[in-house]
């Protein structure tokens, strides 16, 4: 195949991963894991891995605190998911490819309770990863050509798990709600005697007088 052919068929199939820029097949440096929880719903994160699509697992790609709202005057709502999510707390996963699965391991600090959910990413969602997209930046008031490479997990009480994709100025797509099951063997895999990482003032004032509203997610 001549070099215009291969630019033309490129630009044409340009959702493609062996289009794609970098080693990795991204037309970026990386993709970014972040994980959030409704309001009040506040989780811990033991670990969140990912494997790509070369069967390659990046372990603890993200853990720790989830990105959440707990406004002290108890007057937010926890109740279903934003259309609009964000991008959550997390970190990018450099070095690796499109994500085929990810593992999240939480405790959900509300019930509390400790679960675990596997994601599968469709390769359907996988090519629109590296797709390029025209996008208007009303913060600037440019167009762009974006790329949903941030993948954005909400974990919600119950072992709900909610999926999207998005990326600057690029909507998002939902891509799976998962349910979660229960860790057996409890928090920090059966090392703190049942203990779970504590549950913030304000969200314990709301879930007291409000509860945890399941059902919603």
């Given at each position: 195949?001549?070099?215009?052919?291969?630019?033309?068929?490129?630009?044409?199939?340009?959702?493609?991963?062996?289009?794609a820029k970098g080693s990795n097949?991204?037309?970026?440096?990386?993709?970014?894991?972040?994980?959030?929880?409704?309001n009040y719903m506040e989780v811990w994160i033991e670990t969140a891995d990912a494997v790509d699509v070369r069967d390659r697992v990046f372990k603890r790609a993200?853990?720790?605190?989830?990105?959440?709202?707990?406004?002290?005057?108890?007057?937010?709502?926890?109740?279903?998911?934003?259309?609009?999510?964000?991008?959550?707390?997390?970190?990018?996963?450099?070095?690796?490819?499109?994500?085929?699965?990810?593992?999240?391991?939480?405790?959900?600090?509300?019930?509390p309770q400790t679960y675990e959910a596997y994601i599968v990413i469709p390769e359907a969602i996988q090519q629109a990863m590296v797709k390029p997209e025209k996008a208007f930046c009303a913060a600037d008031a440019?167009?762009?050509?974006g790329y949903r490479k941030g993948v954005t997990v909400g974990l919600a009480p119950g072992g709900i798990a909610k999926v999207w994709i998005s990326g600057p100025c690029v909507s998002p797509i939902e891509v799976t709600r998962v349910q979660g099951e229960i860790v057996k063997e409890g928090p920090y895999g059966g090392k703190s005697e049942g203990h779970h990482f504590p549950l913030g003032e304000t969200s314990k004032a709301y879930i007291e007088k409000y509860g945890v509203p399941y059902g919603s997610w």
């Open positions: 195949m001549s070099k215009f052919k291969l630019l033309w068929v490129c630009a044409v199939f340009g959702l493609m991963v062996g289009c097949g991204l037309p970026y440096d990386g993709w970014r894991l972040g994980l959030f929880a409704p993200m853990s720790g605190v989830a990105a959440i709202q707990t406004p002290k005057n108890l007057k937010g709502n926890p109740r279903g998911w934003p259309s609009y999510p964000g991008w959550g707390a997390g970190k990018y996963v450099y070095g690796a490819a499109v994500p085929r699965l990810i593992y999240v391991r939480w405790q959900s600090l509300v019930e440019k167009w762009i050509t």
